[in-house]
């Protein structure tokens, strides 16, 4: 545009004659308009709703986020004294119910909780604030046990653990395969987790109820998870000697004693069934899976089973072996398809026969020790659930040292546990990510040997997990609620600790759109 | 920050915009796009009000109230007095209301982008005269419940086609947005404040009284209007075509839009049909995104 000759403007008037605003309207209390006002108020995340032993993943991923790992491992720990461990073995509840499930991809909660697992496996744990005269005895160290004995030792309990192997573990040590769980990682967890709260550990005593009895005359109270330590035989297999127990085979391959024969048949579709097709599978054996129902029906875990279809096992499903016959040193099975009638699955009325060298059941475990929980005397594991996950016992475990520790000291309050109050969360204005993959050890190695099937993530891979965690329920000050305030009335603290945001109440008119837009549920209006 | 937006306010808490006005939202982020060096020229509207009365203001860039039918004429005027003062790097911004734009201030409107006067012309649209008591103005959806039309405004008579009229002068640029989109909205100031002569922006803006709406909902109201293509987020290309900014993943039906909002509870199917048939119609024309 042109510039107007000076010359031509009109002169103009004195501007302070008009009427010129000068005072900003701050002096307006506009909150005195309100009905409703905005509260914060954090929330139980979905995830840890999940959990069953209520891991605050919101609270653990955001420090991880701010690259405090220290800070996160301690938050971890506070319900989870096994994380490297339920890292790589759990079935991951909390990524079902991940609310970015609906946006892009869930966060890969459980890789994240093994690398900080991982992480604290040489980082003890803090010793006790104080400690007690009290003696607990903890019978069995699998999940449950060794969960119990972590919540007691934590208060400042003294614990002996009693355990009917030579090392501790439980399951964990010889029911679960080195390619899910290394034994290195394994003896490193238990280590740490014992040395840190000198908790005793008496190996190779094998409890009966009678033993279980006197110890709870010795100690003030008695924790009890052996586990279900018989297996299920039915009838028509009894009596032979190429016939195996799911479990019992993956003892022996735990202690290196590998069973001749080269075809293989395991009965059973669950997790034991699965772990010991795969294993066998690592010392070149034919081996293949007849299942009852059908594969997509099987119970083991969906990761479990697809690496077993990826392995190339195949699977029969819908069969019953209905009869064997030792036949030239092998095994001849009768295998029926399988029908659902009233009376259950029953063999139909085709059929086939195959050889196999040796027959694994997998069709379930029953407890050997019969327990009655009574004063002093608590039990937990799979002995009080039946066969569950190792979350689900640990859960137990801690259930237990809670109520030990209630019936110690009934003045004390138990500790609550967050009511489960889902956090309703606004996915509209959470950026998009691109989502991870999580790599697997390729085909050949794995199969060839007993190497982790996942190598776990890199400090950057958990970094860029831990930063697609929206922190449900946890105010981490992101300012979508700041931004879309029409009456700056909210600030940001996101140098505070924790971060939060401050309400300026004097200003606020109670619109609700803060409480809209926050994309973790920590905004509820409340009316005045 | 969010967005890489600045923590520098240049509206003031206090200010008198009802809880959850949508135009209150729209000046907050319009002027944190535009910065300090913005004047701000308001002829009558809700913002009159909002802006607070003398001697307070709610801003804390230079704001002149003006007369209702002048506010792109005195634009104009503010605007040859900065380049004659020499301060060609202040922004000047026309914030008008629908009914000083569509009705009273359009033939200031129509004369200045006919000038290609150098200045921002942000109508932001809350579909009515809402200061004055919500009454019906030409970019009143049919159909739409006011003061003047109770029940319904008539479908004889469809909201003006504004972005049509501006682009038939040529302006430098011109679009559409609305707050609820924040990183088109952002966008599209910014390519507004690089342009040079007239420059048009449509925002549509959530009013809940007028609208009969939950304040909380101003939002998700004008999202609704995006996804459904009632309101879609065009801009004016470099090739002088209407683009479409952004297109839904998966498009809404405007029923959905419609039933967010009280003001247009009468509506038979009949009326959503043809309103889904208008809105499918006017979609046609932009390219896409």
Redesign the interface.
Known sequence: ?E??N?DS?VAPGDLNEA????????????GS??FFSPCLQEKVSPCRTACPIQNNIAEYMYFLNQGEKDRALEILRESNPLPAITGRVCPRFCQQECNRLQLDQGVLIGSVERFLGDYGLKIPYPAPEKKRSERVAVVGSGPAGLAAAYFLARAGIQVTVYEKEAEPGGLLRWGIPEYRLPKDVLRQELDNLINSFNIGLECRQDMTSEKIEALSSDYQAVFCAPGLGASILPREFAGYDRVRQGLDLLYDLQQGRIPEGRRFAVIGGGNVAVDAARSLLRYGKEVEIIYRRTYAEMPAYPDEKRHLSEEGIPVQEQSLVTDITPHKGALRLSVSQAVKSEQGIVPGPVGSEQEVDVLVLAVGQTEHLRIEPKERLFVGGDLQLGASSVVEAMATGRQGATAILQQLDPEQEAPELPAPEPAAVNL??VPRKKPLLLRETALEERVSGFVETDPGFSEDEAQLAAARCLSCGKCTA???C????????IALETEADPPGVTI?SE?C?????C???CPRGVIR?EED | MLWNVTTVEYLNSGHLGCPGCGASLSMRHALKALGEKTVVVIPACCWSIIAGPFPTTALSVPLLHVPFATAAACASGVRRALITKGHQDVQVMVWAGDGGTFDIGFQALSGAADRNEDFIYVCYDNEAYMNTGVQQSSATPCGAWTTTTPGGKDFAYQKKDLIGIVLGHHPAYIATATVSFPEDFYLKFEKARKAHGFTFLHLLAACPPGWKIDSQDSLKVTRLAVDSGVFPLIELNESGELQQTYRPDSPIPVKTYLQSQKRFKDLSDEDIELIQAQAEEKNKKYLPA
């Not at chain 1, 700041?482 to 009335?489: E, G, I, L, R």
Request: net charge negative; glycine share 10%.
């Open positions: 545009m510039i107007i000076q403007l009427p010129i605003s000068m005072t900003t309207t701050e002096g307006n209390l506009t308009w309100k509209t204005y992101c300012g979508l700041w931004f879309f305030c029409p009456d700056v009335s300026d200003h008119k109670g619109c609700g759109l409480a809209f837009v209006m």
